[in-house]
């Protein structure tokens, strides 16, 4: 207990960046909420989004506890605000490529969140897949393989994680257009590989640099793909 009670009070400033995201992250959900009960609905099913929202900021809080006392990861350093505008505008990248197998394919009408909803809700649904499907399969991935592989250099251990971690959302996401019988094979395959390279740049970001930044990176891509383009294909593309 001492050396928790030390850990918050030397990580201080990385907790107090914690809790203000995610209070912000609770108070969108809740507007979006008492706004649209449905939503969510899509997203995280009939569970009530305040206490799901609630629950993942409780749980990112105990993760990241763990994390910092390991010393593997940070949730904010100051001194890598520099680096956030160095590597945003690869998030283009991704984003073109997206465009381009909508153009070709067509993905659905309803995709998206329509604007103006779409500010308040992907900020809070990008933070909730940060935690879900990068943070919490992370460590507990690492505190298995270093329980596992106690001899083990920890940096083939990082590697053999993060490229584990990196395949849970393209999958996750290629689910349905497999089972749809819409797609072609191409398409999801590019898909597949897009948000593969997306999801394994965002955890080397983690690494390089903290949590915030990663975060940050995924918003980047949401402005562009889910709120710009969202905006633009249904007037383009229907």
Same mark, same amino acid.
């Given at each position: 207990?001492?050396?928790?009670?030390?850990?918050?009070?030397?990580?201080?400033?990385?907790?107090?960046?914690?809790?203000?995201?995610?209070?912000? +992250? &609770? @108070?969108?959900? $809740?507007? *979006?909420? %008492?706004?649209?009960? =449905?939503?969510?609905?899509? !997203?995280?099913?009939?569970?009530?989004?305040?206490?799901?929202?609630? +629950? &993942? @900021?409780?749980? $990112?809080? *105990?993760? %990241?506890?763990?994390? =910092?006392?390991?010393?593997? !990861?940070?949730?904010?350093?100051?001194?890598?605000?520099?680096?956030?505008?160095?590597?945003?505008?690869?998030?283009?990248? %991704?984003?073109?490529?997206?465009?381009?197998?909508?153009?070709?394919?067509?993905?659905?009408?309803?995709?998206?969140?329509?604007?103006?909803?779409?500010?308040?809700?992907?900020?809070?649904?990008?933070?909730?897949?940060?935690?879900?499907?990068?943070?919490?399969?992370?460590?507990?991935?690492?505190?298995?393989?270093?329980?596992?592989?106690?001899?083990?250099?920890?940096?083939?251990?990082?590697?053999?994680?993060?490229?584990?971690?990196?395949?849970?959302?393209?999958?996750?996401?290629?689910?349905?257009?497999?089972?749809?019988?819409?797609?072609?094979?191409?398409?999801?395959?590019?898909?597949?590989?897009?948000?593969?390279?997306?999801?394994?740049?965002?955890?080397?970001?983690?690494?390089?640099?903290?949590?915030?930044?990663?975060?940050?990176?995924?918003?980047?891509?949401?402005?562009?793909?889910?709120?710009?383009?969202?905006?633009?294909?249904?007037?383009?593309?229907?």
């Amino acid at each position: 207990m001492t050396e928790i009670t030390e850990l918050f009070s030397k990580e201080r400033l990385q907790y107090l960046v914690y809790i203000g995201l995610s209070a912000g +992250i &609770v @108070t969108l959900t $809740g507007i *979006i909420y %008492f706004s649209n009960k =449905l939503l969510f609905q899509r !997203f995280i099913g009939r569970i009530n989004p305040l206490i799901a929202f609630f +629950i &993942v @900021t409780i749980l $990112g809080l *105990i993760l %990241f506890t763990f994390l =910092l006392y390991r010393g593997w !990861f940070a949730i904010y350093q100051r001194e890598n605000l520099a680096g956030l505008f160095r590597y945003s505008s690869l998030t283009a990248l %991704f984003v073109i490529i997206s465009i381009l197998v909508d153009l070709k394919v067509g993905f659905p009408a309803d995709m998206n969140i329509l604007f103006p909803k779409s500010l308040l809700f992907y900020p809070a649904i990008g933070f909730l897949v940060e935690i879900l499907f990068h943070v919490l399969p992370l460590t507990i991935l690492l505190i298995l393989m270093t329980t596992i592989f106690k001899n083990a250099r920890y940096s083939s251990i990082f590697w053999i994680c993060i490229l584990i971690v990196a395949l849970l959302e393209p999958s996750f996401q290629a689910i349905p257009m497999v089972s749809s019988n819409y797609f072609p094979l191409w398409a999801i395959a590019i898909v597949w590989l897009n948000i593969f390279a997306f999801n394994l740049s965002q955890l080397l970001i983690f690494k390089r640099y903290d949590f915030v930044s990663m975060y940050s990176f995924r918003l980047v891509y949401y402005i562009l793909w889910h709120i710009g383009w969202g905006y633009i294909r249904l007037m383009i593309l229907f």
